[in-house]
């Protein structure tokens, strides 16, 4: 599968954003079966998990720095996964990259290591 995230920028402290992530699956494959996440990179820093989605796109898992402001959606139909980002504030500016897998349990859908696949990433940068 090869993704392609979208939709970052510069936005103010309070702004948002909508990050869009669309995945290109072998025909016999259907998107529905990877679960799929984004994590972040700010500079000097190591990657860290922002948000996982399940392949129904059920209760959708957050890291506690984003809870209550970023949501991810998916959209199977599109084989696209959505992370709203609202009330964004600096310490959120970092590259965000989405990931996706298929063989993954719920216990390690958080962590970096579970995913193969990545996409380019997208930049989002949050002015004070």
């Known amino acids: 599968v090869q993704l392609q995230a979208s939709g970052g920028g510069l936005v103010q402290a309070g702004g948002s954003l909508r990050l869009s992530c669309v995945a290109s699956?072998?025909?016999?494959?259907?998107?529905?079966?990877?679960?799929m996440s984004w994590f972040r990179q700010a500079p000097g820093k190591e990657r860290e998990f922002v948000s996982a989605?399940?392949?129904?796109?059920?209760?959708?898992i957050y890291a506690d720095s984003v809870k209550g402001r970023f949501t991810m959606s998916r959209n199977n139909a599109k084989n696209t996964v959505y992370l709203q980002m609202n009330t964004l504030e600096p310490e959120d500016t970092a590259v965000y990259y989405c990931?996706?897998?298929?063989?993954?349990?719920?216990?390690?859908?958080?962590?970096?290591?579970?995913?193969?696949?990545w996409g380019q990433g997208t930049q989002v940068t949050v002015s004070s």
């Open positions: 990931a996706a897998d298929r063989q993954i349990i719920t216990s390690s859908m958080a962590r970096s290591d579970a995913y193969d696949y």
């Open positions: 989605i399940k392949r129904s796109g059920t209760r959708p």
């Open positions: 699956v072998a025909s016999e494959v259907s998107f529905s079966v990877y679960v």
